[in-house]
C-alpha cells in the first residue's frame, strides 16, 4: 500500500479557542494531551485526547472554509455513526459537533492500531472474518439512503465519452484495448451490486483498526448500501499489493464463494473504473501520495480482473 504521510493535516493547537472549548464541554472534560496521528491525505484533524478526568477518546474535525469537502464528509459520518447498531465492529460515537464552519467527531479511542503491511495472514484473515460480520449486522442497512452519498464506483462510460485514451494508455495498456468490455461490465452494475447491505464503501488497511481481541471498521463517510460482498472484495482487491492472490479468498470467503462470476468481474470493473478516471483527471497540485495509492489501487483490480477473463474466456 503506498504511503498516507498526513503531511496536510492540522493539529490540536490549530483548531480555534472556542472550537476545543466546545469538544471539551462535550467530553466532559478537559483535554490535556492530544496527539495527532499519522496516515490519511486531509487538511483535517486527527487526534488521540486524554482528558483531566483520565478518559481518552479520539477526535476527528475540520473547517468548512479550509476544507469543505472534508466537512461535508464529516458531516455525513456524524449522521451514519449516530446510526450504526452497537453489535456493528466500529467505534462508539460520543458526541457530533457542527457549529456552521468547524464539523468535529468525537469516538470513542480503540486501543489498537492499523494492520501490517504487507498484510500478515494472521491479521487478513481476522479482518476478513470480521468483514463478515460486519455485513451481517448492517443487513437490512440501518441508515437510510437518503442520508448517504453515492457509490465511488464506475468511470469506464465517462472515460470513453471523453476521449481520454492517451492518458488511460499510459496507466493500463490493458484497460485501453479493452475499453467497450469495460464499459460493458459497467452497464450491468445495476443489477450485479443491488442489494441491501450498508456497506463501508472504503474498506481499505488504512481504514481498520485491530485491538488485542477486535477487528473495527473506522472512517464511514463513503458508504453506501449494495450487495454484501462488495466491501469484502473492495479488501481482497487491495491486497494484492502485498503480494496476496485474491483467486482462493474470493473462492472461499462466505459472501464470495457462490456468487456468479460475472457479479465479482462487474464489482472489479467498477471498483478500477473510479480509481483509474480519478488519476486520469486531477490536476498538478494533488497530493502525489494520494494519486499513487488511487493507481495502486485501480491497477491492481484491473490485474485480476484481467487474470479472471482470461482464465474463463466465455465472460470475456
Known amino acids: 500500500m503506498p504511503p498516507a504521510t498526513g503531511g496536510r493535516r492540522i493539529t490540536w493547537a490549530q483548531v480555534p479557542a472556542e472550537v476545543v472549548a466546545s469538544i471539551e464541554e462535550l467530553l466532559g472534560s478537559r483535554v490535556v494531551v492530544a496527539t495527532s496521528q499519522p496516515g490519511g491525505f486531509s487538511e483535517a484533524l ?4 486524554r482528558l483531566a478526568d483520565g478518559r481518552r477518546a479520539f477526535v476527528k474535525a475540520a473547517s468548512s472554509l479550509v476544507a469543505p469537502a472534508v466537512a461535508r464528509f464529516h458531516q455525513r459520518e456524524i ?3 449516530q446510526r450504526l447498531p452497537a453489535e456493528a465492529p466500529v467505534p462508539r460515537l460520543l458526541a457530533g459537533y457542527d457549529d456552521g464552519n468547524w464539523v468535529a467527531l468525537l469516538f470513542e479511542e480503540i486501543d489498537g492500531a492499523l494492520p501490517a503491511q504487507p498484510w500478515r495472514r494472521d491479521e487478513f484473515e481476522r479482518v476478513l472474518t470480521a ?6 449486522a448492517l443487513t ?3 441508515v437510510d439512503r437518503s442520508i448517504l452519498g453515492s457509490p465511488r464506483l464506475g468511470g469506464w462510460l465517462a472515460l470513453a465519452s471523453e476521449g481520454a485514451t492517451s492518458r488511460l494508455q ?3 495498456p490493458w484497460a485501453a484495448r479493452h475499453l467497450d ?3 460493458g461490465l459497467e452497464e450491468q ?3 450485479a451490486l443491488a442489494g441491501e447491505t450498508l456497506l463501508h464503501g472504503d474498506l481499505y488497511p488504512f481504514n481498520i483498526m485491530l485491538s488485542p481481541d477486535r477487528v473495527f471498521f473506522i472512517d464511514w463517510p463513503h458508504a453506501w448500501i449494495g450487495a454484501a460482498h462488495c466491501d469484502v472484495l473492495t479488501l481482497i482487491s487491495s491486497a494484492a499489493l502485498s503480494g496476496v492472490d485474491p483467486e482462493p479468498f474470493a473462492d472461499t470467503h462466505p459472501l464470495t464463494r457462490h456468487l456468479d462470476p460475472n457479479q465479482i468481474n462487474v464489482f472489479l470493473a467498477m471498483h478500477a473504473g473510479i480509481l483509474i478516471r480519478l488519476a486520469t483527471v486531477v490536476g498538478p497540485a494533488v497530493d502525489h501520495n494520494w494519486l499513487g495509492m488511487v493507481i495502486a489501487l485501480g491497477q491492481a483490480s484491473l490485474r485480476w480482473l484481467q487474470s479472471r477473463l482470461q482464465a474463463n ?3 470475456a
Do not use: E, F, N, Y
Open 170 to 172: 499510459s496507466l493500463s
Open 140 to 142: 437490512p442497512s440501518p
Open 131 to 136: 468483514a463478515t460480520d460486519l455485513a451481517m
Open 189 to 191: 452494475a445495476g443489477q
Open 79 to 81: 449522521a451514519i455513526s
Open 181 to 183: 468490455k469495460l464499459v
Open 313 to 315: 474466456p466465455t465472460l
Open 46 to 49: 486527527a487526534a488521540r485526547v
